[in-house]
Every structure is written in structure tokens, then in C-alpha cells.
């Protein structure tokens, strides 16, 4: 590779190391809390403007992926790899019952007003929640995994990897906080982000882990 491939693969990796860190640190119960106390009319608009920023933040992406291919899929394996990435958008349309959408975006909090650190999602379970508690990061490694690679391809694989284990771990203190022991039992009883043959429950422990949350509610 070039000096300059070695300069963008330095400035993508500083890139991501500064997207994270803002990404967790603005997602993090400390800072939405000194917000709401700082700026509570405008904390109906956090979780929209959390969003737009992600986005926006994501622009310079693609001026620093221009580097030597490391590997192409071809033949049976381009077959596979594709096959695998639309097996993981039929796996994200499958989740989206078990996520509050408008929620996500940031609409509803905007829509009704609240001035909540944490929007009042009920505990919900997809069919693929029996098997990863976190479908949607297992998804997204199988999709980025199974692409063409160049260098700047495989950094990025590496640290989005890396983040989606650390970020995993801190968004469960929050779903904690908020459902308690109905989630602390889902924990033991499934795996975080790779499915386990031995680390499942059925439809109608699931169904008694959501019926179990609502009562305490």
C-alpha cells in the first residue's frame, strides 16, 4: 500500500474512535440526565437530534474508503455472501414488531411531548429475540462480514465489531434499569450477540418473560 492508503486507514480508525466515543457518551443515562436537567423543553427532541446527528456525522465516510481489495467474493461464494445479506434484511423486517419505530426514530418523544430520559417502550420479544438478545448488531456483523473487502473495509469490520460487543454491554446496563428482572432473566437464558444452540428459549417462555415485565409495570 501507499503512504497515503497508510494516512487514510490512520484517519478512518481516528474517524471511528471519534464517532463512537460521541455516539456512546451522548446514548449514555449520565449525559441524557444533565441534559433533561440542563434543557428540559428541548429533551423531547433528543433522541431526533441523537439520530440526525449519527447520520450526518457518517458523511466523510466514504472519502476514506478508497484502498487496495483485499478479497472479492466470486462464483459459489459471491452466491453465499449475497445470499447471506438478504437472509439479514428478511431478519430485520422480521424484528421490527418487537421495536417502538416512531420511538427509535425520535418522533413519538417529540409527538408527545416528554420530557423522559428514557422513553416508556414496553418489553417486547421477536421470534429472532428467542434465540441473540441483540438481533439487529448480530445482523449487521453478518451483513458487513460478508462484503467485498478492501483495507479500509476490513478496519472498519474490526472496530464496528469491537463496538457493537462494548456497546452492547452498556446498552444492557440501560434495558436493565428499565425492566429489571424480567431482563436479567432473558440475559441467562440467551445469548448477547451470536446465537448458541444451548442459549434459547421457546415461544411460550418468551411470552411469559413479556407478560412477566408487564405486570410489574
Same mark, same amino acid.
Given at each position: 500500500?501507499?503512504?497515503?492508503?497508510?494516512?487514510? =486507514?490512520?484517519? #478512518?480508525?481516528?474517524?471511528?474512535?471519534? *464517532?463512537?466515543? #460521541? !455516539?456512546?457518551?451522548?446514548?449514555?443515562?449520565?449525559?441524557? $440526565?444533565?441534559?433533561?436537567?440542563?434543557?428540559?423543553?428541548?429533551?423531547?427532541?433528543?433522541? =431526533?437530534?441523537?439520530?440526525? &446527528?449519527? =447520520?450526518?456525522?457518517?458523511?466523510?465516510? /466514504?472519502?476514506?474508503?478508497?484502498?487496495?481489495?483485499?478479497?472479492?467474493?466470486?462464483?459459489?461464494?459471491?452466491?453465499?455472501? $449475497?445470499?447471506?445479506?438478504?437472509?439479514?434484511?428478511?431478519?430485520?423486517?422480521?424484528?421490527?414488531?418487537?421495536?417502538?419505530?416512531?420511538?427509535?426514530?425520535?418522533?413519538?418523544?417529540?409527538?408527545?411531548?416528554?420530557?423522559?430520559?428514557?422513553? /416508556?417502550?414496553?418489553?417486547? #420479544?421477536? /421470534?429472532? !429475540?428467542?434465540?441473540?438478545? !441483540?438481533?439487529?448488531?448480530?445482523?449487521?456483523?453478518? &451483513?458487513?462480514?460478508?462484503?467485498?473487502? $478492501?483495507?479500509?473495509?476490513? =478496519?472498519?469490520?474490526?472496530?464496528?465489531?469491537?463496538?457493537?460487543?462494548?456497546?452492547?454491554?452498556?446498552?444492557?446496563?440501560?434495558?436493565?434499569?428499565? *425492566?429489571?428482572?424480567? *431482563?436479567?432473566?432473558?440475559?441467562?437464558?440467551?445469548?448477547? #450477540?451470536?446465537?448458541? /444452540?444451548?442459549?434459547?428459549?421457546?415461544?411460550?417462555?418468551?411470552?411469559?418473560?413479556?407478560?412477566?415485565?408487564?405486570?410489574?409495570?
Amino acid at each position: 500500500m501507499t503512504e497515503s492508503d497508510w494516512r487514510n =486507514l490512520l484517519l #478512518l480508525s481516528l474517524f471511528w474512535l471519534a *464517532y463512537f466515543s #460521541l !455516539h456512546s457518551a451522548l446514548a449514555s443515562l449520565r449525559v441524557k $440526565n444533565w441534559f433533561a436537567s440542563r434543557f428540559p423543553q428541548r429533551m423531547p427532541y433528543y433522541r =431526533l437530534g441523537f439520530n440526525v &446527528l449519527a =447520520l450526518l456525522t457518517l458523511l466523510p465516510l /466514504p472519502w476514506l474508503f478508497d484502498s487496495p481489495t483485499l478479497w472479492a467474493w466470486r462464483g459459489i461464494g459471491a452466491w453465499l455472501s $449475497n445470499g447471506v445479506a438478504l437472509a439479514t434484511v428478511v431478519g430485520f423486517v422480521a424484528t421490527l414488531d418487537a421495536y417502538d419505530g416512531r420511538a427509535f426514530i425520535g418522533l413519538r418523544q417529540r409527538e408527545a411531548r416528554t420530557r423522559r430520559v428514557e422513553y /416508556p417502550e414496553r418489553f417486547r #420479544l421477536s /421470534p429472532l !429475540h428467542r434465540y441473540v438478545r !441483540h438481533p439487529w448488531y448480530f445482523l449487521s456483523l453478518a &451483513l458487513i462480514w460478508t462484503r467485498d473487502m $478492501n483495507a479500509a473495509m476490513l =478496519l472498519s469490520c474490526v472496530m464496528m465489531t469491537i463496538y457493537f460487543i462494548v456497546g452492547s454491554r452498556l446498552e444492557e446496563g440501560k434495558l436493565v434499569a428499565v *425492566y429489571g428482572d424480567s *431482563y436479567r432473566r432473558y440475559m441467562k437464558r440467551v445469548s448477547g #450477540l451470536l446465537p448458541l /444452540p444451548w442459549k434459547s428459549i421457546s415461544a411460550r417462555e418468551a411470552a411469559e418473560l413479556v407478560e412477566a415485565e408487564a405486570t410489574t409495570r
